[in-house]
């Protein structure tokens, strides 16, 4: 039976580590999730859980503690945020290349520069093509139901994959809110216990893990962590629905809300959705056909059923709370743009650019996207396709 109780969503991860016990914990602190390590250390001090904590100098240590850690047949996770994520960046292809089912709990904060500890994505964004698995958290629940599934997940033998559960730094990181628990044995018993395969401990048959590869095996071994990735949409969608029979909340690679006969759509991820739900709510009050699409799974992205959710819509915006510095859109707008393209009757679709360093976004500036979307359906002209909303300019913004 679930427990009621009020987390903040660093409270949560820590509350979901503690339950499923890892072998491993390496971590190094940065703002805002300072706080997962922490909690967990208390668990550790107050011999609530058998796992060895490991305190290291910096976060390119920590990846490389649980690099060791996994590759000897250890659970291993670690936390992490901003630039303590980028300074794994060398670490996280590693990982990933060696098929490594690591669990990072990134809580998404602006990176530096210049120096800003609010939230956007540009952290996790700037790390979405290292080949890691990335799953998106709108409120604490989400962040404490995504970290129960992405074990299993990650350790599936036709994934074995590194997985990334990312959650907005203060606004669900720290914010206190009711969440549902479940309880210790049923955590355990869901989540179940790592069997890998081959590890350098199992003396039957050793093995070198990241090797030096050569031309003749590198692309190979390339395609073949392209094919796991592939392969972790169906697992994500299993577990999710083991998860709902076992615990009643249901999750898919992403939420859908009111498109049903929706004319204007806005895509988005994180916790900007609450706000967005309620300007949609206001906004069909009104009498206008609106929606919301929240995508909870960014890699892998689910393109054909994101472009299949679209097809009846006629304008969308797509809102990135990161820039790509590509001249053209942020990360979430390329790929929503790509997996849109083979529609016979694409909707016409703008990029905004919002929320960063941490950049309020309320119901008003959301209703703003909306209106435009209604102005793009009318006239039948996008417009300009790569907006910015909510900076402070002696130029008229478009929205």
């Given amino acids: 039976m679930s427990i009621r109780e009020r987390l903040s969503g660093n409270e949560a991860v820590a509350y979901a580590m503690r339950q499923i016990d890892p072998d491993v914990f390496a971590a190094f602190p940065i703002t805002p999730s300072t706080e997962i390590p922490q909690y967990f250390a208390q668990y550790v001090a107050d011999g609530k859980v058998n796992t060895e904590f490991v305190?290291?100098?910096s976060e390119h240590s920590s990846m490389s503690a649980c690099i060791g850690a996994e590759a000897a047949g250890a659970r291993a996770v670690t936390a992490t945020s901003s630039c303590g994520l980028a300074l794994m960046y060398e670490m996280l292809y590693v990982a990933a290349s060696s098929r490594l089912p690591i669990t990072l709990a990134c809580v998404n904060r602006a990176l530096t520069g210049p120096i800003n500890i609010n939230n956007d994505h540009s952290d996790s964004?700037?790390?979405r093509d290292t080949g890691w698995i990335q799953i998106y958290a709108e409120n604490n629940q989400e962040a404490y139901d995504n970290y129960l599934?992405?074990?299993r997940i990650a350790e599936d033998p036709k994934v074995r994959l590194p997985i990334m559960?990312?959650?907005?730094g203060f606004i669900t990181s720290h914010a206190v809110e009711n969440i549902l628990l479940e309880e210790d044995e049923a955590v355990k018993k869901f989540v179940g216990e790592y069997h890998p395969e081959n590890y350098l401990l199992k003396h039957e048959n050793p093995l070198a893990v990241g090797p030096y590869d050569v031309c003749p095996y590198y692309m190979e071994h390339k395609v073949q962590q392209a094919e796991a990735m592939k392969n972790a949409?169906?697992?994500?969608?299993?577990?999710a629905e083991d998860f709902e029979k076992t615990f009643g909340r249901a999750y898919g690679f992403f939420e859908e809300y009111r498109m049903e006969d929706a004319e204007a759509a806005v895509v988005l991820?994180?916790?900007?959705?609450?706000t967005a739900k309620a300007c949609v709510d206001r906004m069909r009050e009104q009498g206008h056909k609106v929606g919301l699409i929240k995508l909870r799974v960014f890699r892998p992205f689910p393109g054909e059923?994101?472009?299949a959710a679209l097809s009846h819509v006629k304008a969308v915006a797509v809102m990135d709370k990161s820039e790509s510095f590509s001249s053209c859109g942020g990360p979430v707008f390329a790929e929503t743009c790509a997996a849109c393209y083979a529609l016979e009757n694409r909707p016409l679709m703008i990029d905004v650019v919002y929320g960063l360093g941490g950049r309020d976004c309320t119901v008003q500036n959301v209703e703003r996207v909306f209106l435009h979307l209604m102005d793009i359906i009318r006239t039948g002209k996008a417009g300009p396709r790569y907006i910015h909303m909510g900076q402070r300019s002696l130029e008229e913004e478009v929205l």
């Fill in 233 to 239: 949409k169906q697992v994500i969608l299993r577990v």
């Fill in 305 to 307: 059923e994101l472009a």
């Fill in 165 to 168: 559960i990312c959650q907005d």
């Fill in 55 to 57: 305190t290291v100098e």
């Fill in 125 to 127: 964004m700037g790390a």
């Fill in 269 to 274: 991820i994180g916790s900007t959705a609450g």
């Fill in 149 to 151: 599934q992405a074990m």
